[in-house]
């Protein structure tokens, strides 16, 4: 196993389009998280799935915002319509079904809204 | 509210001992953590501690508890140019979900 995989590594788009980002956790793990960092801040929570199920998101996924995890395994984050806001880092995360021993994170996706 | 907080800047030199700290909201948060971020990459945990520990040795790292206060330090021995690195603490508050409260991290120099 190489770890958490999320691509594309980096994204340009111009405002009002969509992005999609996917996020392929550790096989073994059965959570998976989102993450948003943006510059000078620590990552913040936008939501988590256990298995195929999106147990909790955050007030900061607006109605634009939509993550599925619809087998269990990858995950893809979609973003609608997107805002010079939506800037920032995309993070993913996996761990064990407790998470007490701590996440492995991907390397993020890198949105730039122009 | 949920803050966690950590000063933003800490320069060392090389072969001195890095103290960073972190005062975290939660009193009942069970497991607090230290991630690594180098730039343009994402997270890398270097170690946690459960709460009913005061202290925590992993080779370079010391992790020290206080629960009284809210405060969780980490302490690198010997730092080297490649501990350059933004560090974070996190803690798992008691709400009945996993998720993460970050701090804003602190951004370690080591000078050569």
């Known amino acids: 196993d190489t770890g958490v995989s999320q691509n594309p590594r980096h994204k340009i788009t111009k405002r009002g389009q969509n992005v999609t980002f996917r996020c392929d956790p550790i096989s073994e793990h059965n959570r998976l998280y989102w993450y948003r960092q943006t510059l000078g801040q620590g990552p913040e929570f936008l939501t988590y799935?256990?298995?195929?199920?999106?147990?909790?998101k955050s007030r900061l996924l607006s109605d634009r915002f939509s993550a599925e995890r619809p087998k269990g395994s990858f995950s893809t984050l979609e973003i609608q319509r997107t805002e010079q806001g939506d800037s920032a880092m995309y993070l993913c995360?996996?761990?064990?079904?407790?998470?007490?021993?701590?996440?492995?994170f991907g390397s993020g996706t890198r949105l730039t809204v122009v | 509210g949920e803050d966690v907080e950590q000063s933003l800047f800490l320069s060392v030199r090389e072969g001195d001992s890095s103290v960073i700290n972190c005062t975290y909201t939660?009193?009942?948060?069970?497991?607090l953590y230290w991630y690594k971020q180098e730039p343009g990459a994402g997270l890398q945990l270097l170690t946690y501690i459960f709460s009913n520990m005061d202290m925590k040795q992993d080779q370079r790292l010391t992790v020290l508890l206080n629960k009284k206060d809210k405060h969780l330090s980490l302490r690198i021995a010997d730092t080297q140019t490649g501990d350059s690195a933004i560090y974070f603490c996190?803690?798992?508050?008691?709400?009945?979900?996993?998720?993460?409260?970050f701090g804003t991290g602190t951004r370690l120099k080591v000078l050569a």
């Open positions: 996190a803690e798992i508050p008691t709400s009945g979900t996993y998720k993460y409260i």
């Open positions: 799935f256990q298995n195929e199920a999106q147990l909790e």
């Open positions: 939660d009193s009942s948060s069970t497991y």
């Open positions: 995360a996996s761990s064990h079904r407790t998470g007490n021993d701590g996440y492995t």
